[in-house]
């Protein structure tokens, strides 16, 4: 699936299932939780700590809720996220080419 396509099919099932996007600020609160939830998989799968009983190890899960979220502000916020993340790969390319190879710690 294509980005702009993803963008797409999450407004449709917004405006089919959930009514209405929730407001910016609330959406940003929700992304917060949802990589806060991502960290705490992540702790237990490759972290020290372990999953407590009623806890799952939904890995993928949770990175799609993160996903989603974030797909819901740029939506809302008119960001084509296509477009902006082709922007970022050149912006990173033209800051980052030689740095990270030239890095002796990597």
């Known amino acids: 699936m294509e980005i702009r396509e993803l963008q797409t099919k999450v407004d449709e099932w917004i405006r089919e299932y959930g009514v209405r996007y929730f407001n910016e600020l609330t959406n940003m609160a929700i992304l917060t939780e949802e ?8 702790a237990r799968r490759y972290g020290e700590q372990s999953f407590k009983a009623e806890e799952k190890d939904n890995l993928s899960d949770e990175m799609a809720d993160v996903l989603w979220v974030l797909v819901c502000l740029a939506n809302q916020t008119g960001v084509d996220l296509e477009k902006a993340i082709e922007l970022n790969f050149k ?5 980052d080419k030689e740095r990270h190879i030239a890095n002796d710690k990597l």
């Open 35 to 42: 990589v806060g939830e991502l960290a705490r998989v992540m």
């Open 91 to 95: 912006k990173k390319t033209s800051r």
